[in-house]
């Protein structure tokens, strides 16, 4: 079985412009979450999308977005730019048994602003 | 609210000496709780879980241990290899009545192990 694979592992980004990321979860999971990881800040919750409804959202401003589509990939989108915003932003796969919540995470998107 | 505080590290070992990484939560309700790990250059990679109390998690030799009591889940391993450097992170699932979920997690511990 695939994991999950998002794309582009690197990205050299210039403040101000925007970014599009993507992940393509696990076959057959329908949720997708994203997290960004930082030095100062950690593991941080973004958003979580099922079934192209965003269900969840974290405490991040509105420049940091997000979609599914009907095949469960999703993307999300940062516009204008910050250095602050210079992360790896990981995306989870997860499937739910028993109400039981398993993640699963790709490599990541080294995202660096300059 | 909802929080994970784990030990700082690094931690720096030896080949075959036992590893302890401190980890307590704070939640409302029972959450499940996980530790993952995560190596250089890669993503995170579920180590090991828990879904409620008294519940002991293991994988590769790494066990923890869901203590309500005192709202603990410490990761252990009796004889770490160098295989094992990586940062170590535990977590918590926070889920709501509508299907929703998300992981909050702690900081971090670096692990090292020398040959």
């Known amino acids: 079985k695939a994991g999950v694979t998002q794309t582009p592992r690197y990205l050299i980004k210039t403040r101000g412009q925007q970014v599009t990321l993507s992940c393509s979860p696990i076959?057959?999971?329908?949720?997708v979450s994203w997290y960004q990881q930082t030095p100062g800040q950690g593991l941080q919750f973004l958003f979580e999308?099922?079934?192209?409804?965003?269900?969840n959202k974290g405490n991040f401003p509105g420049r940091f977005s997000g979609r599914q589509f009907s095949n469960s990939r999703s993307e999300m989108n940062v516009s204008t730019l910050e250095l602050g915003d210079s992360a790896l932003y990981l995306c989870?796969?997860?499937?739910?048994?028993?109400?039981?919540?398993?993640?699963?995470f790709g490599s990541g998107t080294r995202l660096t602003v300059v | 609210g909802n929080s994970v505080t784990q030990m700082e590290g690094p931690v720096t070992l030896s080949e075959e000496a036992f590893l302890t990484i401190n980890c307590t939560y704070t939640?409302?309700?029972?959450?499940?709780l996980f530790w993952y790990v995560q190596y250089p250059g890669e993503g995170l990679q579920l180590l090991l879980k828990?879904?409620?109390?008294?519940d002991k998690g293991s994988n590769k030799g790494f066990e923890a241990t869901y203590r309500k009591e005192t709202t603990s889940f410490h990761l252990e391993k009796g004889s770490v290899q160098v295989s094992d450097s990586a940062v170590y992170f535990c977590?918590?699932?926070?889920?709501?009545?509508?299907?929703?979920?998300?992981?909050?997690f702690g900081k971090g511990t670096k692990l090292t192990v020398n040959p």
């Open positions: 989870a796969s997860r499937y739910d048994r028993h109400a039981i919540y398993i993640n699963t």
């Open positions: 076959s057959g999971h329908r949720s």
């Open positions: 999308y099922f079934s192209e409804t965003q269900r």
């Open positions: 939640a409302t309700g029972y959450p499940s």
């Open positions: 828990a879904t409620k109390a008294d």
């Open positions: 977590a918590l699932s926070v889920s709501t009545q509508g299907g929703s979920e998300k992981l909050v």
